[in-house]
């Protein structure tokens, strides 16, 4: 099992910026590929990042890319999500996703995801 909580969530205005982080417990953390979703109100689980469990992958969809930055620190069990240049439609319950890869490189997809975060809200004021 591994346990993952995420934190740094708030209300922040459009432009700014935010860190979330997500520790990690339980089964060894860097056999593990790392991802983070969002969900806003009414709307679909949308994929936002993921990192290999080297840290050495990682990919955005557009609607992110450049703006927001995936990283991991194994001797902490922590992923990051960098967000900077935050508009309001990144307003979302933010969730950390961990993804045991088996060959090849992360899903992309929540379905392939092993275990989920509760989730932390993000809000974006115009």
């Known amino acids: 099992q591994v346990q993952l909580v995420e934190s740094g969530g708030g209300l922040v205005q459009a432009g700014g910026s935010l860190r979330l982080s997500c520790a990690a417990s339980?089964?060894?953390?860097?056999?593990?590929?790392m991802a983070w979703f969002r969900q806003a109100p009414g709307k679909e689980r949308e994929f936002v990042a993921t990192?290999?469990?080297?840290?050495?992958?990682?990919y955005y969809p557009d609607s992110v890319k450049g703006r927001f930055t995936i990283s991991r620190d194994n001797a902490k069990n922590t992923v990051y999500l960098q967000m900077n240049s935050l508009k309001p439609e990144d307003t979302a319950v933010y969730f950390c996703?961990?993804?045991?890869?088996?060959?090849?490189?992360?899903?992309?997809?929540?379905?392939?995801?092993?275990?989920w975060g509760k989730g932390t809200l993000v809000t974006v004021s115009s």
């Open positions: 339980g089964r060894t953390f860097n056999s593990y590929a």
């Open positions: 996703a961990a993804e045991r890869v088996v060959a090849g490189r992360p899903s992309l997809v929540d379905y392939a995801m092993d275990y």
């Open positions: 990192i290999s469990w080297s840290g050495d992958f990682t």
